[in-house]
């Protein structure tokens, strides 16, 4: 919005909401397979917990950013930002890169983590694969 070029504005925002969701959906199905194919639990030793418990604390903060970003949008299609007052966007776009940055650090962690144990890299690549698009969704955002 510092440029007033409010379609620009709300092109971007709806694309990265879009993204979040699909990340999201993402993140659900890594789940499905780590738990159904895998037989990844929380239960199932050190890898199992840290995997569920550091992914599912971050993709409460993602689900919390889209959320946040989605209300941004809705408000930004209805006009409620300009150039001097768009502090709840502002803030909204913090909190979604601070979550960003977290799992640029996050994946590469339990990825390394997955391949030293004993259960395989299918994981890994899976979880990779999900790296990739939450690195995607970090470098569109920033353009």
């Known amino acids: ?18 993204l979040g969701i699909f ?12 738990y159904q194919h895998m037989g990844l639990t929380l239960e199932s030793g050190i890898y199992g917990t840290t995997f ?7 993709g409460m903060h993602v689900t919390l950013g889209t959320v946040m970003l989605l209300i941004q949008w809705i408000r930004g299609l209805k006009g409620h930002f300009t150039h ?16 960003d ?9 339990c990825i390394r983590t997955r391949v030293n144990s004993t259960r395989g890299t299918k994981a890994a690549r899976h979880s990779l694969a999900v790296f ?4 995607k969704l970090l470098l569109w955002w920033s353009v």
């Not at 990739?132 to 690195?135: D, K, N, Q, V």
């Open 52 to 58: 569920f418990m550091l992914t599912g604390f971050h």
């Open 23 to 34: 990340f999201l959906f993402l993140q659900a199905e890594e789940y499905i397979e780590a």
């Open 84 to 99: 001097d007052d768009q502090f709840g966007f502002e803030a909204a776009s913090w909190y979604w890169h601070f979550v």
């Open 132 to 135: 990739i698009c939450g690195l």
């Open 101 to 109: 940055v977290v799992w640029v650090g996050l994946v590469p962690l």
């Open 1 to 18: 919005m510092k440029d007033d070029n409010r379609k620009k504005f709300n092109t971007w925002l709806g694309i990265t909401v879009a």
